[in-house]
């Protein structure tokens, strides 16, 4: 692993500063190689010299013996003698800068001296900017031969950091050493330097990872002197949880031993969860295999050490505290019962003690419910704890888990459904809700049936795809008993204005349908759709006598009703007649209300007796096709 950073320069007064940086190469033998390319195409005559010092960070004792090389090239390096210096002329220009000057950028390799105390390579990156030609025109002669001097400080891996780690046992307040943890060490390094050796500024940077021994030690050697560095602790891979920081300071052997840490704060809690198969899984074989997987390793006690499975006597272990639940229907009596409700089971951990699993003793019964109870589990008083002390957090859906044997999936019939009930019993258009009792069995076959699903819809409900089918949705489920087949019932209410929508959706009676699910889970066929809907006539609540043009004389009568009708005959007349000493004629409907619940009709002839005159309604009916409900007494117009 390398990394590569640029030099920063600036011209001041004729004088180059070069910014430059120093990454670490961390690892022996890594490749080095930053842009290893034959030197760039000259489009410019200018060339310039490289000048500097490797010493000592600490003490700025020279360091000689080490090889700088430009762009990895043999032929562009030079190595420091014995005060540190080197030297690399004939660094050629790549590019115009405005006429006047040209530059270079270069990738620089640093080698240490072997046996040193500093890390074996380095990377930077230096850009030099050169002068015009003689001419002022670049490329036009020899350029000025500018150069700049940069130093390069070291730093010695003198330091060593050492410590253990251990946690407290929730179980029994033991103190158990962490074992086998990833531990990280992290360093602020000065990676950017100022042509004088300055440091600009930090970089974290991860220099090393180590894992503890089976007495919770960590140890780091080779640490950088003079940096800062922060210590975590990486648990199973989880982000790091900062343990010590601090600074060694320059020296021979700068060191620092910790006393023991106590990370039991740090740790992630105890968890398992349910592999296979899954909660209210329909099995396909009487002997089922259950498997609970840990996020570490259950410790090994008397607790967790399985026992004989029929025993009901000795040392308390998990084996009596993790069960099937053999009360309810669950057909012919196991054999293996430990106790009249509770069916044996063996459990039995893997090698690493992070798996466990669990199988009845006996095989149990086809087309039946059962309910594997794993509150052992939980027992950390007695026991049941991971190798820290701590007991279970979790178990995703709690500690019994429902399961049907299935061996057979043959496909249930549909029910036989019937309503026997509805509330209102009278329903409109308007109506807020609607409640039906539903009554449905089972079909022919023998299917033992797990429960009933029931889908609706009603004119506000939305096409929900791979919910039910067209604009039906599943609203609730029906247990059923899967060894009796007696009449099922269910009530069930659809609210929200039902019948018209509140999406503004056309009138819709509110229909249900049924479908067996079996005690497999096998869904059957889809049962009759039962339909409830609007049972109530429109009724006509006002009529009154209009002056549409203000000429003092009634020309329309205005009728409305109670609830919306989806069609007006365009001649009145076919609908409605006005009785009365000397009533006008009815003629073509003039204004439909947006709502369909109000007609303007013209009329002609007669004399309009207001108060004295009544109106007749027939032939219109409502979007459930219910007349007009008017009593015998014909209307008066007002």
């Known amino acids: 692993m390398h990394h590569e950073t640029r030099f920063w320069r600036t011209r001041m007064s004729g004088t180059l500063l070069v910014l430059f940086a120093i990454s670490a190469l961390f690892l022996s033998g890594c490749d080095t190689t930053v842009n290893e390319t034959t030197t760039p195409e000259q489009p410019f005559d200018a060339t310039g010299t490289l000048s500097g010092r490797v010493i000592d960070r600490v003490t700025s004792v020279p360091v000689s013996g080490a090889l700088i090389r430009v762009d990895a090239q043999e032929t562009l390096s030079a190595r420091t003698g014995s005060g540190g210096a080197f030297s690399i002329s004939g660094l050629p220009a790549t590019r115009s800068e405005g006429g006047s000057t040209a530059s270079g950028t270069y990738n620089l390799h640093v080698a240490t001296p072997t046996g040193s105390p500093y890390r074996e390579f380095y990377t930077a990156e230096v850009e030099l900017v050169f002068g015009g030609a003689g001419n002022g025109e670049i490329g036009s002669g020899p350029g000025t031969n500018l150069g700049a001097s940069v130093t390069f400080p070291l730093s010695k891996l003198n330091g060593s950091l050492t410590g253990s780690l251990f946690t407290v046992s929730d179980f029994n307040g033991d103190e158990l050493p962490l074992i086998d943890q990833e531990v990280v060490l992290y360093q602020d390094l000065d990676l950017r330097y100022t042509a004088d050796g300055s440091g600009v500024d930090s970089d974290?940077?991860?220099?090393?990872?180590?894992?503890?021994?089976?007495?919770?030690?960590?140890?780091?050697?080779?640490?950088?002197?003079?940096?800062?560095?922060?210590?975590?602790?990486?648990?199973?891979?989880?982000?790091?949880?900062?343990?010590?920081?601090?600074?060694?300071?320059?020296?021979?052997?700068?060191?620092?031993?910790?006393?023991?840490?106590?990370?039991?704060?740090?740790?992630?809690?105890?968890?398992?969860?349910?592999?296979?198969?899954?909660?209210?899984?329909?099995?396909?074989?009487?002997?089922?295999?259950?498997?609970?997987?840990?996020?570490?390793?259950?410790a090994a006690n008397a607790y967790t050490t399985p026992g004989d499975p029929l025993s009901t006597s000795g040392p308390a272990n998990i084996t009596d505290d993790i069960f099937i639940d053999g009360t309810g229907s669950e057909g012919p009596t196991p054999k293996a019962r430990r106790t009249d409700d509770e069916i044996a089971v063996n459990v039995a951990f893997n090698s690493t003690r992070d798996t466990l699993t669990i199988t009845p003793v006996d095989p149990?019964?086809?087309?039946?419910?059962?309910?594997?109870?794993?509150?052992?589990?939980?027992?950390?008083?007695?026991?049941?704890?991971?190798?820290?002390?701590?007991?279970?957090?979790?178990?995703?859906?709690?500690?019994?888990?429902?399961?049907?044997?299935?061996?057979?999936t043959d496909t249930p019939d549909a029910p036989n459904v019937s309503v026997t009930d509805v509330t209102p019993e009278d329903r409109d258009y308007f109506s807020g809700s609607v409640t039906a009792r539903l009554e449905f069995t089972p079909g022919d076959n023998s299917v033992p049936v797990r429960e009933y699903e029931i889908y609706r819809r009603t004119a506000d409900t939305d096409d929900a795809p791979g919910v039910g089918d067209d604009d039906f949705e599943l609203v609730t489920t029906v247990?059923?008993?899967?060894?009796?087949?007696?009449?099922?019932?269910?009530?069930?209410?659809?609210?929200?204005?039902?019948?018209?929508?509140?999406?503004?959706?056309?009138?819709?009676?509110?229909?249900?349908?049924?479908?067996?699910?079996?005690?497999?889970?096998?869904?059957?066929?889809?049962?009759?759709?039962?339909?409830?809907?609007?049972?109530?006539?429109?009724?006509?609540?006002?009529?009154?006598?209009?002056?549409?043009?203000?000429?003092?004389?009634?020309?329309?009568?205005?009728?409305?009703?109670?609830?919306p009708i989806p069609s007006f005959p365009t001649d009145a007349s076919t609908f409605a007649t006005i009785d009365g000493a000397n009533a006008p004629s009815i003629g073509n409907v003039l204004e439909i209300d947006a709502g369909r619940?109000?007609?303007?009709?013209?009329?002609?002839?007669?004399?309009?007796?207001?108060?004295?005159?009544?109106?007749?309604?027939?032939?219109?009916?409502?979007?459930a096709g219910n007349g007009v409900d008017i009593d015998e007494n014909d209307i008066t117009i007002f």
Not at 397 to 405: D, L, V
Not at 482 to 503: E, K
Not at 509 to 520: C, K
């Open 597 to 623: 619940q109000q007609v303007i009709v013209d009329i002609f002839g007669g004399t309009p007796a207001s108060g004295t005159d009544t109106v007749e309604i027939s032939d219109l009916s409502d979007y």
């Open 204 to 298: 974290r940077v991860r220099v090393a990872s180590t894992r503890t021994g089976t007495d919770g030690s960590f140890s780091f050697d080779n640490v950088e002197e003079a940096a800062s560095y922060d210590i975590e602790l990486a648990f199973d891979g989880a982000p790091g949880q900062q343990l010590r920081s601090g600074t060694l300071d320059p020296g021979e052997n700068p060191s620092r031993t910790f006393e023991p840490i106590d990370v039991s704060s740090t740790i992630p809690d105890f968890t398992a969860t349910l592999v296979s198969p899954n909660r209210r899984a329909d099995v396909d074989t009487a002997e089922p295999e259950f498997i609970i997987a840990f996020n570490r390793p259950v």
């Open 364 to 408: 149990l019964q086809d087309g039946t419910e059962y309910q594997l109870d794993v509150g052992g589990l939980f027992n950390d008083s007695a026991g049941f704890v991971d190798e820290y002390g701590r007991g279970i957090d979790r178990l995703p859906g709690g500690a019994e888990i429902n399961f049907s044997i299935g061996i057979n």
């Open 479 to 563: 247990s059923a008993t899967n060894t009796s087949f007696g009449v099922i019932t269910a009530t069930n209410s659809a609210t929200g204005s039902p019948f018209y929508g509140d999406d503004g959706s056309d009138y819709e009676p509110v229909a249900w349908y049924f479908r067996a699910i079996s005690i497999n889970g096998v869904a059957g066929e889809a049962s009759s759709i039962i339909e409830v809907g609007d049972n109530v006539g429109v009724g006509l609540t006002s009529t009154t006598y209009l002056d549409t043009d203000a000429d003092g004389t009634y020309d329309a009568l205005r009728l409305r009703f109670d609830e």
